[in-house]
């Protein structure tokens, strides 16, 4: 079988690299499963540019370093976790921040709460102003910016909620395996 | 999930890879990548082909979780990284193995299959 030279195997960890992939781990076990698959590619005829290429895009979907974070998610999920899309990340954000002051006013409307509450209005009405006016104009924002601006969360990514990493976004499409 | 498939569906594949590669350490003492992939390849006539995006997350996430070990061997500038169960890892292995039966035993009941070679 064909075997590397020195000066070739230095190149693709180079890409490799150049490609996004940090985790040492990870880098030198592709390392070793391309060069392996060059040097069979090598045997069958071609030039090592054209292999490797062929070789490099049959390694990913979309990025190579969809591997490092597939591996880094996974690495990461343990115990209980919920995935969110964005927008179910955003209504569940919405909605804690939202739902006392709605509950509040919901009652205030029924004429269901103490006549002591009469007082709160005000204090309610500066801290929705202040705690929840806000920063929902912020994450209005975000939501709303278009994904070539690279917002805090790109619009296809994934909110993890758990008790390993309390929150985690990620920008691909993580499957949850097992 | 990056399964390549030629019979299965990603969605029946999902959740059984951790076993496969847990399985197939408990079967031969130390193993690597791409000898893992060969070796599904070869078990199962190419029905199941495990690709490096789905072998190496999943690799990294065992040792992680402490169920494999591992060791290198130098191969000029390469470095060749074997993986071997570790104690909790062997445990596991019965644990994912038994689960994995008991579901598929379930599953011929429910959908009223008789076995069949592959």
């Known amino acids: ?178 | 999930m990056y399964i390549s498939h030629m019979v299965y569906s990603t969605e029946l594949l999902k959740g059984t890879l951790k076993t496969i590669v847990l399985k197939l350490l408990a079967d031969n003492k130390k193993m690597y990548g791409y000898e893992i992939t060969q070796r599904v390849k070869e078990i199962t006539a190419d029905k199941i082909q495990i690709t490096e995006g789905a072998l190496y997350p999943t690799l990294h996430a065992l040792e992680a979780d402490k169920l494999v070990t591992t060791e290198v061997e130098y191969i000029g500038k390469r470095v060749r990284k074997y993986y071997s169960l570790s104690p909790a890892g062997k445990v596991k292995t019965k644990e994912k193995i038994n689960e994995l039966t008991s579901f598929i035993q379930t599953m011929t009941l429910l959908l009223e299959l008789k076995p069949k070679t592959i």
């Open chain 1, 1 to 178: 079988m064909a075997t590397l030279a020195d000066e070739q195997v230095d190149f693709i960890t180079r890409v490799i690299r150049a490609h996004g992939i940090r985790l040492q781990d990870l880098q030198d076990n592709l390392l070793d499963h391309i060069c392996i698959l060059v040097e069979q590619g090598l045997e069958q005829g071609g030039s090592f540019e054209e292999v490797l290429a062929r070789v490099f895009r049959s390694c990913y979907h979309k990025e190579l370093y969809e591997l490092e974070e597939e591996a880094l998610f996974l690495s990461s999920v343990k115990g209980p976790r919920l995935v969110l899309s964005r927008g179910k990340f955003f209504r569940w954000l919405f909605g804690i921040f939202l739902s006392p002051y709605l509950l509040y006013f919901l009652l205030a409307l029924l004429h269901w709460l103490p006549a002591a509450y009469d007082v709160v209005p005000m204090v309610i009405f500066r801290w929705t102003l202040v705690g929840c006016f806000w920063p929902l104009v912020s994450l209005a924002v975000i939501f709303f910016t278009p994904e070539r601006f690279e917002p805090l969360i790109p619009r296809h990514a994934k909110v993890m909620l758990g008790g390993g990493s309390l929150i985690r976004v990620f920008r691909f499409e993580a499957s949850l395996v097992e």
